[in-house]
């Protein structure tokens, strides 16, 4: 591990500057955080997505097939998507998706 | 493991923690992220990673070989070797039973009673981007535009860092290695990476994948049950499905490096906007285009040796842009179609400029570059050449029927598809200003709400992108 930071020190130097853009500017780049705070983020955006594509949760376990781990997993989300209906956190979920169903079976001179 | 799935959101939260866990020590986090990355490449083939291991390996040891090489004739024997290695292996991989077919039919047409066998290759998802990131280093270091990389744990990364690993963007050498050299001091930017993500999420999940199962896939496989109006409607749908399908996943790997403290270059930039061909190319996957301009066309000779000399290197360079997408003649075609496009374009030139001036100008100037671009996606998504002239010959007729394959949702989808390549730059950046304004948990949160109405919105399951078959 020495050895390799040594090397980082002699680092590849850029000779000839790259003239690709980045896709993220530079005056994008300047206000952001750690990796902790990506982590945090990532962390309650799950769980929110937890919540509120409950339903999801539960078909993708069921789409990954039998066996002795996913039993469980299934029967768990399956439960867990059952108390969030219960609380009705599901609505929005279910809303969007008879929405989208009348936006697919739209017909030319019919209302949506 | 796709990028909207529930796996890939699994993979990325620990490898999130392995980040935030480690912290400083960038050493380690890298090692984490070449391990993380082919785990990733082994979810479709775990054979494969061997492949890829041996890319990187060849890149590496070329690299090493250039940078001790006493003369210029070595060098340059080493990178031609590596090059054509390199190039064997695809060839191997991506184009023999392409060839073994092409043989076949010549030998028939001259004849000839004896067929060469179909090996039946698995295609290794990704082969044509790592092995044009192992061209782009071995070049770079031999041209003198990148130092030797001599730690192999950031060649692995380069070569196989998972956010581009199987669809781009192409990442040069040159641009990626100095940023593995030390830990990159910029603040990891949350908001405009969200944005990314959320943004990519809804093209493909919601625009793309509707385009595809309700307008393009049926008419495009079986175009004579169409008349005109579908067969325009599915053209315009194909399009839109494409970009929103291929932007979304560079949108999504762009985000995804820099979420992990790396920067990528650009791959798109509202391209249907384009008032000339070549400005097409310099707003439509960025990072192929520029590849093939700097490592194709400009060793050539690019423009320096006269008009025809041009126009050949035009026609030659997007023939095999054309044939780098995929083992088929209709590809040959599209780049045909590509190279003869920008090869006219610079021949009217002194008649027609090299920008449009007016706004009518303009507007005829993008309705026709758009237009020419969409002939070639006729030949690019059709099966084969006889689907495709069949496609064509189906635009004269149907008329008086009206449409009956395209409904108000999917034409809705293609106006919006096109209305967003019109949308003025700073919208993003204004976007990224509010979203920047809450708090990590704030960001997150909403973020999850989104992604729930995108994925209630969307069908259940995600098709595989576009660009995984090239």
Redesign the interface.
């Given at each position: 591990?020495v050895v390799?930071?040594r090397?980082?020190r002699?680092?590849?130097?850029?000779?000839?500057p790259?003239?690709?853009?980045?896709?993220?500017p530079l005056?994008?780049?300047?206000?952001?955080?750690?990796?902790?705070?990506?982590?945090?983020?990532?962390?309650?955006?799950?769980?929110?997505?937890a919540?509120?594509?409950s339903?999801?949760?539960s078909?993708?376990l069921d789409?990954l097939g039998d066996g002795p781990v996913m039993g469980p997993l299934q029967h768990a989300a399956a439960a867990w998507d059952g108390a969030m209906d219960r609380l009705g956190l599901t609505g929005?979920?279910?809303l969007?998706?008879r929405d989208?169903e009348r936006?697919?079976d739209?017909?030319?001179g019919a209302p949506? | 493991m796709l990028f909207p799935?529930?796996?890939f959101?699994l993979f990325?939260?620990a490898v999130?923690?392995a980040?935030?866990a480690l912290?400083t020590r960038?050493?380690a986090k890298k090692a984490v992220l070449v391990v993380a990355s082919y785990y990733f490449y082994a979810q479709w083939d775990w054979r494969f990673c061997f492949l890829l291991a041996f890319s990187t390996t060849l890149s590496y040891l070329a690299g090493l070989a250039i940078g001790v090489a006493q003369n210029r004739s070595r060098r340059r024997l080493i990178t031609g070797g590596a090059i054509a290695l390199h190039l064997g292996l695809l060839g191997v991989f991506k184009y023999l039973d392409f060839f073994v077919l092409s043989a076949n039919q010549l030998a028939r047409l001259l004849g000839l009673q004896h067929e060469l066998p179909f090996l039946e290759i698995l295609l290794p998802v990704g082969i044509s981007f790592f092995t044009f990131h192992g061209i782009s280093y071995v070049t770079d270091v031999y041209?003198?535009?990148?130092?030797?990389?001599?730690?192999p744990?950031?060649m692995a990364l380069y070569m196989s860092f998972f956010p581009q690993l199987v669809a781009g963007?192409i990442v040069?050498a040159?641009?990626f290695?100095?940023q593995?050299?030390?830990p990159s001091r910029?603040?990891?930017?949350?908001?405009?990476?969200?944005l990314?993500i959320l943004g990519g999420l809804f093209k493909k999940v919601v625009v793309a994948t509707?385009l595809a199962t309700?307008l393009v896939d049926p008419v495009f496989a079986s175009p004579t049950s169409y008349g005109g109006p579908d067969l325009l409607l599915a053209t315009y749908g194909y399009a839109v499905q494409i970009y929103c399908d291929f932007s979304a996943y560079?949108d999504m790997a762009?985000a995804l490096a820099?979420?992990?403290?790396f920067?990528?270059?650009?791959?798109f930039n509202q391209p249907y906007r384009s008032q000339r061909l070549r400005e097409f190319w310099q707003r439509w996957h960025?990072?192929l285009s520029?590849w093939l301009r700097d490592y194709l066309y400009k060793p050539l000779g690019g423009n320096r040796h006269g008009r025809l000399a041009t126009y050949r290197n035009l026609m030659l360079t997007m023939l095999l842009g054309g044939i780098w997408h995929g083992a088929g003649w209709k590809f040959v075609a599209w780049g045909a179609l590509h190279g003869g496009g920008l090869a006219i374009e610079r021949m009217l030139e002194p008649l027609i400029g090299r920008r449009a001036q007016s706004p009518l100008a303009k507007l005829v100037a993008t309705f026709v570059v758009f237009h020419f671009v969409c002939l070639a996606w006729i030949f690019f998504r059709a099966e084969d050449f006889e689907v495709a002239r069949l496609y064509l010959a189906g635009f004269g007729a149907g008329w008086h029927d009206?449409?009956q394959q395209a409904?108000?949702?999917t034409v809705a989808l293609i106006a919006i598809g096109l209305a967003g390549q019109f949308t003025p730059p700073a919208l993003f950046?204004r976007s990224?200003g509010l979203a920047?304004r809450l708090p990590?948990?704030g960001?997150?949160?909403t973020?999850?709400?989104v992604?729930?109405?995108i994925?209630?919105?969307g069908p259940?399951?995600v098709a595989p992108f576009i660009y995984f078959r090239f």
């Open positions: 591990m390799l930071e090397e980082l002699k680092a590849p130097v850029l000779l000839a790259a003239s690709t853009p980045d896709a993220i005056p994008l780049r300047r206000h952001g955080g750690s990796s902790r705070q990506v982590l945090a983020l990532s962390l309650v955006g799950t769980l929110v997505l919540i509120f594509a339903r999801d949760l078909s993708w789409r929005m979920h279910d969007l998706r989208i936006l697919l739209w017909e030319w949506p | 799935t529930s796996g959101l990325f939260l999130a923690a980040m935030a912290d960038f050493m041209r003198g535009d990148a130092d030797v990389c001599r730690n744990l950031d963007p040069r040159a641009y290695l100095p593995l050299a030390r910029e603040p990891i930017p949350i908001a405009p990476a969200l990314l509707y309700g560079s762009i820099a979420l992990l403290g920067r990528f270059p650009a791959n960025i990072s520029g009206g449409v409904k108000p949702f950046e990224v920047a990590a948990w960001l997150g949160a973020a999850g709400i992604v729930a109405a994925n209630a919105l259940e399951g």
